[in-house]
């Protein structure tokens, strides 16, 4: 195993410099940054354990509070996951409280888990604009996946999702009909592709008739279009997505901080 890296204790401007980041850098997010490393290096891997902070501290030549630091940040976007008397370890999309964190709809009374009907899983070559989102080539291999999210056997969601081919080889309709829990638990468990944040575009749209026929809604019945580019480690864009909410019964929800 290659030597780990270390980090001067007394100041962040040499590691800056080593690094190539910019001098003002506070060290935590250095560590930070060294830890997301670790994590895309595959060093640990969704559901492991990473060492303590104590370790970390003396790996990277730091302080135990400055670890902490960027261990609590990571902490706080879902990165890492804090178990009380156990560790810090590698989030992971099997986990209950981290694997809808991505779906923001919200029926209008009481709580439920989506039903799923998989509609299409093809590979395919780009289309431009779409290639342009994953910073792909036009023309490059890619999957396109079309699914709906049904609540008490009402279709809600529809979604199109379009993955890099090279990243998903091996990824058919069958593993996806024969998988139970989230897409994104799937992805990391059988492919090491952890998804770790998204950005969102939300806008009102009428329904098209094909539309209209799969969520079982009148053609021109107001939807929402939410179109999420998915990243893993060291901001990679790995999944686009545009999912078709209908909101009768549902609503979106999203928490500011």
Known sequence: MPASPQLPADTARDT????????????????????????????????????SELELAARFGVSQGTVRKAVDELA???????????GTFVATHAEQKIQYRFLRLVPDEGAESLGRQLLDC???????????????????????????????????????????????????????????????????????????????????????????????????APLLSVERLSFTYGDKPVEFRRGLYSTATHFYRNELN
């Open 16 to 51: 800056a410099r080593a690094e190539g980041a910019p001098s003002f850098s506070p060290l935590y997010r250095q560590i930070k940054g060294l830890i997301i490393g670790g994590l895309q290096a595959g060093e640990w891997k969704a559901g492991e354990a990473i060492p």
């Open 76 to 86: 706080a976007e879902s990165v890492l996951v804090r178990r009380q008397g156990k």
């Open 122 to 220: 093809r590979r395919q070559r780009a289309p431009a604009a779409i290639a342009r989102q994953l910073q792909m080539r036009s023309g490059d291999a890619m999957i396109e996946v079309r699914r709906l999210l049904h609540s008490k056997g009402q279709p809600v969601v529809l979604d199109d999702i379009w993955l890099p081919g090279a990243l998903f080889k091996g990824l058919t309709a069958e593993r996806l009909e024969q998988h139970r829990g989230p897409f994104y638990g799937l992805f990391e468990a059988e492919f090491g592709v952890h998804m770790i944040r998204a950005q969102e575009k939300i806008r009102a749209v009428a329904a098209d008739a094909e539309t209209a026929e799969l969520l079982k809604v009148a053609v021109g």
